[in-house]
């Protein structure tokens, strides 16, 4: 049976992927919602306005949208179908991409609801990936002591003495 720590891993890293997937595919074609698209173009025109060096160096509002957009989908499959190290590397880069994209809300002023999922999903993958790299917890191997042919407990482990704590 799977433990809590991983059904709660599995739940997260599915969810938060999806929700990826759904959000960069929105930012990427208006397929799924024209009007969620053209308010997409309209929010990265603004965040690009209010920060003239992304225009010095090349970057349109359309270039930082799609590649944002972009990883978004990558991480959000990754999150969804990769197992292993790979989904703790697209969840710390989506967590940067969040408090990027907190950046640039706070640049142009938006009132908090127009940022405030960004802020809850930053907080889950705060908690996913700070839930994956806890260590699994082992339970200790029970050693049984054989005296005259009676298996029993062996002392020092059937309990703690009084007052102090077992370090392993």
Known sequence: MASPRTITIVA???ALGLFF???????????????????????????????????????????????IGALEVACGIVMTLV?????????????????AVLFFHQLVGDPLKRYAHALVFGILLTCRLLIARQPEEQLPEKRILSVNGDEQPLIHEAAPEKGKMKVS
């Open 12 to 14: 997260l890293s599915v």
């Open 21 to 67: 997937v759904f959000m960069g595919t929105i930012k990427l074609t208006p397929r799924l919602s024209r009007d969620a698209y053209n308010e997409m173009k309209r929010a990265y025109k603004s965040y690009v306005r209010a920060l003239p060096m992304l225009k010095k160096i090349g970057v349109s509002s359309i270039l930082l949208r799609k590649s």
């Open 83 to 99: 197992p292993g190290r790979p989904k703790d590397v697209a969840n710390f880069l989506l967590l940067l991409l969040v408090l």
